[in-house]
């Protein structure tokens, strides 16, 4: 990531209200015999929220105020928690997500989230894990932090100690942000009473790597 980035969470109170998620790019054209054609341009979804909801006091505007002020609008990103979908599983365990495959040779391997279905899979590469949450196993049998393994938290990339035997079956377990920006260079902010705030729209939107 770059060094237009700051490495803090959108405050979680004001994200627990956010409305949004993500959004991907499907070109359609349509033949002249009524059939379409359909190609998606963007190899990965990218997500976006509007934070207002989630402002429901004077407390909040001023906590939001403080944090875009400090991000400079939109020019430096940071992480984000999104309220619905931000950890491996429901409950973390390292046999949540693949990781990857031994080959006797690699050892660095980028966090990934899985969606999928009897009929199709995509894989989510996940660049801000939080610290702290990560548990790695080697053909179910976990592996311990600092010792046989070390991440990144600012990439997502796992780096083990040694090159897993060829075969040996990769698997991890996490929480995890979104690195994000406003996609705002302004406010609007009303306060209609003593302890009552609110803001009409706060867009926020997922940086790509």
């Known amino acids: 990531m ?67 002020e400090a991000r400079h609008g939109q020019l430096y990103g940071f992480r984000f928690r999104d309220p619905l979908d931000h950890a491996s599983g429901s409950v973390v365990t390292p046999a949540d997500q693949p990781l990857g495959s031994g080959d006797g040779v690699t050892t660095s391997f980028q966090l990934i989230k899985r969606y999928a279905d009897s009929a199709g899979s995509y894989d989510r590469p996940i660049r801000k894990p939080v610290a702290g949450s990560i548990c790695i196993a080697a053909d179910a049998a976990e592996l311990t932090g600092d010792t046989d393994f070390t991440i990144d938290p ?56």
Not at 2 to 9: K, M
């Open 2 to 68: 770059s060094s237009q980035f700051h490495e803090i969470r959108f405050p979680f109170p004001v994200a627990l209200g956010a409305r949004g998620g993500p959004q991907r790019r499907t070109e359609i054209v349509t033949l002249v015999s009524g059939r379409e054609e359909r190609n998606a341009p963007w190899a990965h979804s990218r997500r976006r929220w509007n934070a207002a909801p989630g402002i429901r006091t004077r407390d909040d505007v001023e906590l939001l105020l403080a944090f875009f």
């Open 154 to 209: 600012e990439t997502g990339e796992v780096s083990l100690a040694t090159p897993p035997a060829p075969g040996v079956a990769l698997t991890a377990g996490f929480e995890f942000d979104v690195p994000v920006r406003f996609d705002t260079d302004r406010l609007d902010i009303s306060l209609d009473a003593f302890e009552a705030g609110e803001i009409s729209d706060l867009p926020i939107i997922e940086i790509r790597a």
